[in-house]
């Protein structure tokens, strides 16, 4: 079995969707069923259910999944490992988000153990490059959020985390258990600055043109609430300090935590990133 063909079927056992598992490896549908089919051939038994339904994996399909993973990610060991020995072991990761995120630590945990001769650099970002320096060069992968223009980068989706109004304690909506959009309109919200990519400053403005302060960091934006009761979104699960308070807003599409890379790139540091990423959230 070819490690290639092999990293097909995990993308199609993950996403249980041949069309979703296309997209994210880059290649059209009919190519990846027809090395699916090829695989099936050689393991002499079907690896997916396909009916009306969907795609669901067989028993033969789960117990491949589990050592194609296994075999993966010696793969990914065994290349890292040849280039720790041609002294090219370093990876710079941009993070943009909340540092304390329990499946960020199991990831960055996850990787030490797994690549204890690897030179990991972070670049800590602002509000105002959801790629984390990706599109600028600066680093080679990103844990970051979206939405935001993906072009020439690989994006995959960890999980989507629901989003609320960020308010001072004492505003009277921080009473609510939901809130519509719409009963913010009247109000100042914290923006980016001027050129920032349009779809993240939309996505974070709530779809609609606002007035308010610049901020560029989080800190920037509870502090624009605390002061000046300006209001905002942020992800429902993130812990703010004394004096502000979090409200679900209904109707707002969640907020994606996302890893992404540049399109093609083969580094076997950055390839094992990505799938210890979706391990660690997965988990």
Known sequence: MELRTLRYFVAVAEELHFGRAAARLHMSQPPLSRAIKRLEAEAGAALFERSSAGVALTAVGAVLLEEARALLEQADRAAVRVAAAAGAATVTIGILGDSTDPAAARLADTYRRRHPDVEVRVRDTDLTDPTCGLHAGLVDVALTRGPFDGTGLSVRELRADPVGALLRADDPLARRGSLEPAELADRRWFLFPEGTDPLWQSYWNGDERRQGPVVRTVQ??????????????????????????????????????????????????????VRLAIAAYRG
């Open 220 to 273: 920037e934006c509870r502090q624009a609430v605390l002061w000046n009761g300006t209001v905002g979104m942020t992800p429902v699960g993130h812990e703010v300090p004394e004096g502000l308070a979090v409200v679900p807003l209904a109707g707002m599409a969640p907020s994606p935590v996302v890893v992404a890379w540049n399109e093609g790139d083969v580094n076997p540091l950055v390839c094992s990133f």
